[in-house]
């Protein structure tokens, strides 16, 4: 037969276009609003903390794969959206050589080290926060009431989830829900951008960027554990409402839980991780040493990702096989337990 | 042809056309290629230079059926492997142009009278190489459950037996009947698109049910039909094809059986939609066996240099490398892509999405699968229902990250079933036996040297 030239290659011999990149840079246009609520509030500082660790994500990959000779991948956007991500739960006023450090260590440790995209168990913006959160010496720079003391915005100054475990249900009684709604409210660059956060984030699961099951469970997850843990005892925890509204939560539910290495595939799989995400954020709220919860919770959940994806139906397997036995190997087998 | 529109909550659909072309009959080409999957010339009856009639079986006594389509002299005989990198046998005819029948295969005398015995006889012995896919192992013959006959095509881009519908309408109720005492299914299914819901309700089916299936890719699959149709998952076994009593037939294929039957002609002619980049879809009506390059001439597209010509559909076709492939009786597209068209798979690693396990229509978790076919760990992929996998190229088709998944998967279940033929391993084991002399457990294997160092001898 006669050959032409003619490209020859396994089936499918076409493609419903979707990209990693694709996802990566709408995940990064979704967060665009809140981070210029950002930019609008505290200015400078929180272009600078933005600028310096998308940069510094990026540039960490590209290290790392360089020296491990593998080709460099940030043209995906994944650095980027773990850059920016971690920027936006950042109070502004960080240092900008924490900013580097936790990017560092988050695509170094969290993501490269397992094998790049798609390999990673933990989400590497969540690692990086994880390392200054629990380095002593700079615990201090996440707390939101001492960094953003100096900065003029037009709203209370106080960090609501730190108020809330400090006096209680009363002392949150002069935060006004909408004030939160609206994301005028201390907290990160981006995630207390309540509002924008959730438009984002509508916008990416109605792209199929992101899947509905997780946000949604998420969500849940809080409001029912919150509200059993607010009837038991009103004047310690804060209403459901309340504890959606504030802290990290929506950015955890549609933008941190949901990084497609580390969350589950199957559906009953990202129910039950969306849910307990949200439980875990809340009991950590309430019982821990910590105002907020959502970036352990979020954490702890990571690693029983490969236990909950093994929440599928069996699929129905073909009769066995009849079992091939080496003879030779039955025939000593055989003689050695004669002798 | 895929829905993808800025909504993406969803996974994409394709859909199967809802048009209508005529079928062109081509007239018969100079030379056709016989194809016979695993066999060797001393299979064949017949040798280079032999006459032979239209309808004859050039098979060696009991190894046929293999059924010429045309009457002319036999050119060349040679083993050639197939776009599906399969083994073939591979015959080539100088064709005339009037077809001399052979008189051996006669009609079946007073059809409404036979014995289902008779009958199936009389089938098999046309030769219907397509429906021997789907019932390899001819003992399933006396035991049918159910038997499907599908208005669906295979893929999207065909339009084959959608038109074949229109097209003979009052045909079908007849061969409905008459297959149905054939096989002696106990249910007989005629599965038809929801878009000809209009033609369906003309035809009277008796015993027969008429079901409605949405012309969404992948239901004109045959597992899938059977699935959706009542009749239970069709089960992929490693030695006798398909586990399970449905049979699916084509409603082209089904039309042929029973012509089979009234005039004793096997299967001649093969219809296929032809499809490029532009253009509209195009049928054509073909002796089995010519080349594709006839199709193309009539079409008048030529492919260009590095795109690609592809059989049977872009989701579970092959890409040929010369315009000489013949038709096969299984043959049911041929779309052309230009060189811009082709897609290309990459070497990247998943990135756990799940898009691929969201569409897959029987449920398997491809992503793990495809990494752990990717690494060989073949028998984990068992444990995961690897079997199920009906090749639909719906997982390669949505992965962002543009894996060749159905290959893996391919992949996977070659290795299984070589594994099943022969114990695993054995023969590098063999080879290099270091093991044996080490093995606290057992020694493995006995082989020379090992006889050598052992204190008896
Ligand atoms: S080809 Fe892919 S989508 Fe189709 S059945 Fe197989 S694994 Fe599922
Ligand atoms: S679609 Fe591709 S990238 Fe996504 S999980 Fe499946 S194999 Fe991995």
């Known amino acids: 037969m006669k050959a032409l030239d003619l490209t020859v290659s396994p089936a499918p011999h076409c493609h419903c276009g979707a990209r990693i990149t694709r996802v990566s840079y709408n995940i990064l246009l979704a967060l665009i609003p809140a981070m210029a609520m950002g930019f609008y509030y505290y200015g400078f500082d929180a272009l600078r903390v933005v600028a310096a660790s998308m940069g510094s994500a990026m540039l960490a990959e590209a290290a790392i794969q360089s020296i491990l000779r593998k080709p460099i991948t940030i043209a995906d956007g994944s650095a980027a959206v773990s850059g920016l991500l971690l920027a936006l739960i950042l109070p502004a006023s960080v240092p900008l050589y924490l900013v580097v450090v936790a990017n560092f260590v988050g695509i170094v440790v969290g993501k490269q080290c397992f094998g790049g995209l798609g390999a990673n168990p933990l989400n590497p913006a969540l690692v990086g926060w994880a390392v200054i959160r629990i380095t002593r010496a700079w615990a201090g720079y996440l707390d939101f009431d001492l960094a953003l003391v100096n900065y003029e915005t037009g709203f209370i100054l106080q960090y609501p989830l730190a108020v809330l475990k400090a006096q209680g249900s009363a002392g949150v009684a002069h935060f006004s829900l909408m004030d939160l709604f609206l994301g005028k409210q201390v907290g990160g660059i981006g995630s207390s951008a309540i509002i924008w956060l959730l438009l984002g984030g509508l916008y990416l699961v109605v792209r199929g960027v992101i899947r509905w099951e997780i946000p949604l469970s998420f969500l849940i997850g809080v409001a029912v554990i919150a509200g059993i843990f607010w009837l038991g005892d009103r004047t310690s925890y804060g209403s459901p409402i309340f504890n959606i509204l504030a802290g990290n939560v929506m950015i955890g539910a549609f933008f941190l839980s949901t990084d497609n290495a580390s969350s589950p595939v199957n559906q009953w799989g990202m129910l039950v991780f969306g849910f307990c995400c949200g439980a875990m954020t809340v009991v950590l709220r309430s019982w821990s040493i910590y105002p907020d919860g959502v970036v352990f919770a979020c954490l702890l959940m990571n690693l029983f990702v490969p236990l909950l994806d093994k929440i599928k139906k069996k699929q129905p397997l073909p009769p066995a096989l009849s079992p091939v036995t080496p003879p030779v190997m039955s025939k000593s087998a055989e003689e050695r337990s004669a002798s | 042809m895929g829905l993808r529109s800025f909504f993406g909550i969803l996974p994409p659909k394709l859909f199967y056309k809802d048009v209508s072309a005529p079928v062109e009959l081509l007239p018969v080409p100079e030379k056709i290629t016989l194809l016979w999957y695993r066999r060797t010339p001393s299979d064949l009856a017949v040798g280079v230079g032999t006459e032979v009639e239209t309808g ?283 060189p811009s068209e082709v897609f290309f798979f990459q070497n990247t690693q998943c990135t756990n999405c799940g898009k691929c396990n969201a569409i897959c229509p029987v449920d398997l978790e491809v992503n793990l699968l495809g990494r752990l076919s990717e690494y060989g760990i073949y028998d984990k992929c068992r444990g995961l229902g690897i079997e199920n996998c009906v090749e639909c190229g719906l997982c390669g088709y949505v992965c962002p990250a543009s894996r060749p998944l159905v290959q893996f998967l391919t992949r996977a279940k070659q290795g299984l079933s070589e594994e099943a033929q022969e114990p695993a391993g054995m023969e590098e084991a063999l080879e290099c036996n270091a093991c044996g002399p080490v093995c606290p457990a057992i020694r493995l294997f006995d082989t020379e040297s090992d006889k050598e160092d052992s204190p008896k001898a």
């Open chain 2, 56 to 338: 004859q079986d050039l098979a060696r006594n009991g190894r046929g059926p293999f059924v010429s389509t045309v009457t002319g002299h036999v050119d060349e005989v040679n083993t050639f492997l197939g776009v599906d990198s399969r083994e073939y046998l591979a015959v080539q005819i100088s064709a005339d142009q009037k077809d001399n029948f052979d008189p051996s295969l006669p009609a079946v005398e007073d059809l409404s009278e036979a014995k289902p015995e008779t009958l199936r006889a009389s089938v098999n012995r046309a030769g219907f190489t397509a429906l021997k896919s789907i019932i390899r192992d001819p003992r399933v013959w006396p035991a049918i459950d159910a038997l499907i006959i599908s208005v669906l095509d295979l893929d999207p881009l065909s339009i084959v037996n959608q038109q074949i519908f229109r097209d003979n309408t009052d045909q079908v109720q007849a061969a409905v009947e008459l297959l149905a005492r054939t096989t002696e299914a106990s249910r007989c299914v005629l599965a038809v698109p929801d878009n000809l819901a209009g033609i369906a309700s003309k035809v009277s089916t008796g015993a027969a049910t008429v079901a409605m299936v949405p012309p969404v890719y992948p239901n004109g699959l045959p597992e899938i039909l059977a699935k959706n149709c009542g009749a239970g998952l069709l089960m992929k076994t490693y030695d006798t094809g398909f586990a399970g009593n449905t049979v699916v037939v084509s409603l082209e294929h089904a039309l042929a059986m029973v012509s089979s039957l009234q005039t004793g002609r096997p299967m001649l002619e093969k219809t296929v939609t032809f499809s490029s980049g532009k253009g509209e879809l195009q049928n054509f009506r073909v002796r089995i066996g010519t080349p594709v390059g006839e199709i193309l001439k009539r079409a008048s597209v030529n492919p260009q240099p590095k795109g690609k010509l592809i059989l049977n559909g872009t989701m579970r076709g092959y890409a040929c490398f010369s315009d000489e492939q013949p038709i096969t009786a299984t043959t049911e597209s041929v779309h052309v892509q230009e």
